[in-house]
């Protein structure tokens, strides 16, 4: 399996605002993000961080 890059939490915030994610609040350093689908709310919290750890990413 391929190495996944470490990024920033900027980075992961822009890469799920691509894919339908909206930024809702912020507490601390911690942005919520939230898409709306058929089902559902999914919810996903993104610490801003300078370098996420890449087992955040698969979780």
């Known amino acids: 399996m391929a190495k996944l890059p470490r990024l ?6 822009k890469a799920l605002s691509k894919s339908g994610f909206v930024s809702k609040r912020q507490k601390g350093s ?3 993000l ?14 801003l961080h300078s370098e996420i750890d890449t087992g955040l990413y698969l979780k």
């Open 8 to 13: 920033s939490g900027k980075e992961v915030i």
């Open 30 to 32: 911690h942005v919520i």
């Open 34 to 47: 939230v898409k709306e689908t058929k089902e559902g709310k999914i919810p996903v919290v993104v610490p």
